[in-house]
């Protein structure tokens, strides 16, 4: 039994399905009409195809939603260090340290999400749709949702790296790093059941030159590893003193938000 089970998971892959739902614990708790319920949908199957469409239509964990105060804390992290952009080789170290003290809080947050538990299953339950109106329905749902992640966190590294003279490295878009962390941050937080150390562990580092170390995470080393790799200091950012003020004054007024 166990081998053929096997063989048969190897085969077509292991799916994640809607069983743990009752189909008439549903009607139930609805409150509605057992009678009006096999009207509508004969048999459960339909029911279960049509709340995948529901679900998907909904999918869409947003990462600002999840987190409303990232960009403000961003904003006084690069305040508090924004001497460190006068020289150009410590740009790489200021944005690390802004990632540094987000990415940790921010994988908590998804880690503990019911919308991001879903949204991963989603993507899991759509590989293992036969080709039909319901696997395209629900592609074109998670692609919309894909597209409106992506580019909320290109929206928010664009403005961390364009406030402290960073750009992409030729060829390389703020969409490709966003896509790049999200999927690191994605990977981390499969990882993190049978993985615990990837929340617990912290360590004493320097990775990109600050001028002292600091407590690091292993969330917050692999996305700014990513993202940092992908920017470069932009030679056309002459950063004076009147410049630094300029600079200061958007973060303090939250232009920032809307730039």
């Given at each position: ?10 085969e077509?892959g ?6 743990h739902i009752?189909f ?9 009409a ?16 049509d709340?995948?469409s529901?679900?998907a ?25 924004l001497?460190?952009?006068r ?14 003290e ?12 019911s ?10 339950t ?29 929206t ?6 364009r406030?402290?003279g960073?750009?992409?490295?030729a ?5 490709t790093?966003a896509?790049?962390a ?14 615990p ?29 990513v993202a ?11 950063w ?10 958007s973060l303090r007024?939250?232009?920032w938000?809307?730039?």
């Amino acid at each position: 039994m166990l081998d053929t089970a096997a063989a048969t998971v190897e085969e077509a892959g292991l799916t994640v399905s809607l069983d743990h739902i009752s189909f008439e614990e549903i009607i139930r708790d609805a409150g509605v009409a057992r009678s009006a319920v096999y009207r509508r949908w004969p048999y459960k199957d339909l029911f279960f195809s049509d709340l995948l469409s529901e679900l998907a239509k909904g999918a869409s964990p947003a990462i600002a939603d999840a987190n409303p105060g990232a960009l403000p804390a961003a904003a006084r992290t690069v305040l508090a260090h924004l001497d460190w952009a006068r020289t150009p080789g410590l740009r790489h170290a200021l944005a690390g340290e802004v990632l540094r003290e987000g990415a940790l809080g921010e994988f908590g947050i998804f880690h503990r999400s019911s919308a991001w538990r879903t949204y991963l299953a989603l993507q899991a339950t759509f590989r293992s749709l036969p080709d039909s109106d319901l696997r395209a329905e629900v592609q074109r749902s998670l692609t919309e949702s894909e597209r409106s992640m992506v580019a909320d966190v290109a929206t928010a590294y664009s403005w961390v790296a364009r406030s402290i003279g960073l750009r992409p490295r030729a060829g390389i878009t703020f969409e490709t790093v966003a896509r790049l962390a999200i999927a690191t941050l994605r990977g981390l937080i499969l990882m993190a059941p049978s993985n615990p150390e990837i929340i617990s562990q912290r360590f004493q580092a320097n990775p990109f030159g600050a001028p002292e170390p600091a407590e690091w995470s292993e969330p917050a080393l692999a996305i700014a590893s990513v993202a940092l790799g992908l920017l470069e200091t932009d030679p056309e950012v002459e950063w004076t003193d009147e410049h630094e003020r300029s600079v200061a004054a958007s973060l303090r007024t939250g232009r920032w938000a809307a730039s």
